[in-house]
């Protein structure tokens, strides 16, 4: 079993960027949980410096839980709307630095100084932060990587014990709200040990989901592989192999983990998240079709725990999200395309019912008849064929799914197209870069189980 403890029948995770807190409890209620998701990641819950960027998240200005994205009373309702969903809340944890400001006032109030935050919580002064105090610029030198500054965000001193405390004191915090898990951000520039230490110092947050996002890179030092002793880790290899397989041969997804991944029961993975969507590393909802057919596959393709990502559209990368004036989304903002709510979306929703219902069975009977152009089964449980072309195609495929009418769950949210399995063949009419994905749990006439097993 990879990644997450099963909930609501899944380890999927839906990642919400910069959704406010009460937007997500009325998701978690309405959409993913119904849906199927199994857990919902939200943006960093501490308070932050002010500004209107969306990545005033990522610099902390002390751990009280009042941000931008609303208040802490907020933030628990939220999980127990969640929880009742079924869905578990992962928060982004940002642990490695506080803010690149040099002064001013949180947004929750917090006055700060270089290197001095008054806490109490997040309570910060100049002996607890690392004495490197240039940025980093040489990804090749372990020493800096860890102990310098990314981005000029200043760098708290992760080896000391005052440190550790404060950090596992703020997660613990977190977990006496009720969150599920944690992606601790920025985690290749914390020293695997100092996780290891950060987390054995917590009461509550060591027994929950942690999931590092070490950004790996080829012949660096720091290996995502470093830091399974305290969590899964993201494999960024993957949204950027997705990238290059959309871009002109899907046939060379087959056995995409056989290229030096993580091991799949401790990888993350996804299409895009917040950052990759803006430096090009991965396919992104500008992608359209591609974007779409690259979730089909993750959510289809037995490698990793999946990360679905919801974010909004955007033009300049530094912008903040559009929230109508109250940091809100609601279904207004989903039709008119402010918000993308990809997680939404027949093509990536229904995929997760797919998902679910395929769990534990072998992917066999890969086919390829030409280099756009594949499809395979998930033991008898799911078929799924994608066509990354742009001309529409009807072909017969092999299936291992029992004979019966399946509903087409990436064309409509109604069984608006159905194919027929017989004698493990199924003939399909794909789309122009589309897909056909048949399960168990969406048989035509047949209401789906919402909750298999
Ligand atoms: C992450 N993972 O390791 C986050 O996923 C990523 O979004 C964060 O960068 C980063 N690490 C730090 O948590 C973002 C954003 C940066 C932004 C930082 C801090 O991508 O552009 O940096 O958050 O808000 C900004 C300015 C940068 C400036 C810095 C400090 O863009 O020019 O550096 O603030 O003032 C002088
Ligand atoms: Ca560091």
Redesign the pocket.
Known sequence: QAGPPQRNNSDVISNMFQWTWNSVARECTQVLGPQGYGYVQVSPPQEHIQGSQW??S??PVSYRIESKLGTRAEFKAMITACNNAGVGVIADA?IN?M???TGGTGWAGTTFSLENYPGPDGGYSPQDFNSCKRNIANYGDRYEVQNCR????QDLATGNTYVRQEIARYLDDLASLGVAGFRI??A??IPATDLEAIKAATTQAKNLYWIH?V?GAPGEPVQPSEYLGSGDSHEFGYGRALKDAFDGDIASLQNINNRGFLPSNRAGVFVDN??TERNNETMTYQWGAKYKLGNIFMLSYPYGSPSTYSGYTFSNK?AGAPQNGQGKVNDAECTSGAWTCAHRWPEIANMVGFHNTVNGTNLSNWQSPTRNVIAYNRGNKGFVALNNTNSATTREFITTLPNGRYCNVVASNTCTQTFTVSGGKVSVTLPAYGAVALHTGALDGVTPDPDPD
Do not use: M, N, R, S
């Open positions: 990545w005033t990522y610099q940002v630095h803010t690149g400001q990314l981005v000029a965000l951000d920025a290749k520039h996002e950004i917040h950052d530094d």
